[in-house]
């Protein structure tokens, strides 16, 4: 939004949350509600998420929260944005492994971190029942790949990959052992978990496993 007045607000349907910047009053309102959003989500699940209580949370009115988020779905969505958008920048180390090494400590922190990885999980279990937070949350991770993924392009140009590999995918290989202990297997996230992984998905690229 660029409208420093909340009646200037969009119109539930007339633009998604999260794709005009907003600014001044706004802007601090956008900031309390999805603090708020995030406590609640972290706390009760998508199931207890209501818009009425979080606008309680946010001292901020109801209908101002029915009218620029308009839905639950709405609220996470714009959520998963804000968080795409805030979430630490990558690290460039000068080596495939250390940038490796680097994103996966990150993922590890943020899905051990008390709210954090409540929230995730609550995220993604309503992502599996309903198609507009399942695009948000695709929105996020694809936001987050396209930031790492000039680390692997750097490696390429170094020849610690092959020509051909596809950043998206080394990126991904990281992440994914990590987020199936969060959700499937209930093993520890700790600091050798996540240097197993950006060992593995060092060593696959190395060997080529993610030449296009």
């Not at 180390?93 to 999980?121: I, Y």
């Not at 937070?133 to 396209?146: D, G, Q």
């Not at 000039?150 to 994914?176: F, K, L, N, Q």
Request: charged share 25%; net charge neutral.
């Amino acid at each position: 939004m660029t409208s420093d007045d909340l009646a200037g607000a969009p119109a539930p349907g007339s633009a998604d949350p999260g794709t005009v910047r907003p600014g001044g009053r706004t802007a601090r309102v956008r900031e309390a509600v999805l603090r708020a959003t995030g406590d609640a989500l972290a706390e009760k699940g998508f199931a207890g998420l209501d818009p009425a209580e979080v606008a309680q949370r946010a001292e901020v009115g109801k209908t101002t929260v029915y009218r620029r988020w308009g839905s639950t779905t709405g609220l996470v969505a714009d959520l998963l944005v804000d968080m795409a958008e805030s979430s630490v920048s990558r690290t460039e180390t000068g080596s495939l492994l250390g940038d490796l090494r680097a994103n996966a400590h990150l993922v590890r922190r943020t899905l051990t971190d008390p709210r954090q990885g409540a929230l995730f999980k609550a995220v993604i279990a309503a992502a599996t029942g309903d198609a507009r937070t399942a695009e948000a949350l695709h929105a996020f991770y694809a936001t987050r790949i396209k930031e790492w993924a000039p680390c692997v392009e750097a490696a390429i140009r170094r020849g610690e990959a092959p020509a051909g590999t596809d950043p998206h995918e080394v990126i991904r290989a990281v992440s994914a052992p990590l987020y199936h202990r969060l959700l499937a297997t209930g093993d520890p996230l700790d600091e050798a978990s996540a240097d197993r992984a950006a060992v593995a998905a060092d060593a696959a690229t190395r060997a080529g496993a993610y030449v296009r």
